[in-house]
């Protein structure tokens, strides 16, 4: 693997990079409803603005991945987009949504800020080249089972497109069944292959179909990897949250209660200015 210098990535007024504030991505896992979904986003951004930190609002219209045939998957592309507008325009902030299959590539970039690979098809070459050919900025997260240094593959998928606006995200690593463990080392190996690194810190305690046909998880300890993560280095940090994380109809076990969000932001503004200087 060829060491590149890494490059930094603009996302409206988010500078994700070296020498820049660390850059926070938040919200639901899923849309549950406009409404629940506005109200959620205006608490975000008003603490963010109130923090004066870089933001950027994620929510996913549809979760094509979950465990069960039963669970919730959000309301689909058409209405969900329409709630990401409304988001976007409302409250003057990026937007970052993922996407599962290629045609829906077109339409999420003509709403949204950051195109979002989900870490179980970051090696769907098709998926990848189509948010490549967006332009807009492509969020990957790193699967489960691949290790770091394979993301140089990834990226090359995305590059062939001619778009270099590319975020690399760590979720953790499959560690037996139903568990993950967070490798801190996979966010300086992901570095170094030249683009801005990303710490998931509520997906990497996940427990992936541990709880009885859906995912369970150890949202307790999120908080913590997030600190590990701020201190080994990293140029954003990814955190879903949630009103009422017990009512959430998708990975409530490991969503961050919004309560706790202002305390937890501050210490890795901390940490963060630490480790700058």
Known sequence: ????????????????GARHPLVFIAGPCVI?????????????VELSQRLEVPY??????????RTSIDSYRGPGLKDGLEVLREIRERFGVPVLTDIHESHQA???AE???????????????????????????????????LAAEDMEHVIRKIESTGNRRILLTERGSSFGYHNLVADMRNLLVMRELGYPVIFDATH???????????????GRWAPALARAAVATGCDGVFIETHLRPAEALSDKDN????????????????IHALVQS
């Open 111 to 145: 709403v949204v800020d950051v195109v979002q690979i989900p870490a179980f098809l970051c090696r769907q070459t098709d998926l990848l080249v189509a948010a490549g050919e967006t332009g807009r900025v492509v969020n990957v997260k790193k699967a489960q089972f």
């Open 204 to 218: 990497s305690v996940q427990r992936p179909g541990g709880a009885d046909g859906r995912s369970g998880g150890d």
């Open 255 to 270: 969503a961050i209660p919004f309560r706790q969000l202002e305390k937890l932001w501050r210490q890795l503004m901390e």
């Open 32 to 44: 549950e409803s406009r409404r629940g979904c506005v109200a959620l986003a205006r608490r975000l």
């Open 1 to 16: 693997m060829k060491q590149r210098k890494t490059t930094s990535v603009t996302v409206g007024e988010c500078i994700f």
């Open 56 to 65: 950027i609002f994620k929510a996913s219209f549809d979760k094509a991945n």
């Open 106 to 108: 077109e339409a999420v």
